[in-house]
């Protein structure tokens, strides 16, 4: 139930990458070039990190999981319907992880400079870090599952699960 940091991972974005999140209807050569001279001027400027921990967790009510961080302290989640997804489940692997900064800045940059489009393809970069990274993530918890006998629930992040409030995710994140 310690928390665990990855730092310094090794993450590749390829021109390749950045063509699937684009997915331009037709063929949009300019476009790709833009995107690719927007890659290759910021090449590996993303620090990607991540904090993990595994949390056991029983359901107290029919939408609340009681979150053990050790053994005296409980935080309670009210994960709202979203809790179907975790009714069968006594662990999670919490996470954040983030691409580092200097994308943001470099965007913002762009951004103030009135080159929005060099903006959005900054942005997609970044995106497509935090992809990799999550997906790191997801190794683990896939490596866990199989050490320990467990089955892997879907990966719920914030915005992506209806009727699980911020105020709640909030409360996940503290673990």
Sequence with gaps: MKP???????????????????????NRPKMLRTANRTLDKVKNIWNPSAIYCWC???????????????????????????????????????SVYTAGNELEKESNKASQQGDFLEAFFLDLVGLIVLEKTGNIIKQLAQQKA???????????????????????????CSL
Excluded: M, Y
């Design 146 to 172: 199989v050490e320990s006998g467990w089955g892997v629930g879907p990966f719920l992040s914030p915005g992506s699960v209806h009727g699980w409030k911020l105020e709640e995710q909030k409360k996940l």
């Design 56 to 94: 056991e967790f029983q359901l107290t009510k029919p939408e609340t999981i009681r979150s053990i961080q050790n053994s005296d302290s409980f935080t309670e989640i009210d994960f709202g319907c979203s809790i179907k997804f975790l009714t069968n489940a006594s662990h999670a692997l919490v």
């Design 4 to 26: 665990h940091v990855l730092s310094r991972l090794k993450i590749d974005v390829t021109s390749r990458d950045l063509a699937r999140k684009i997915k331009t209807s037709g």
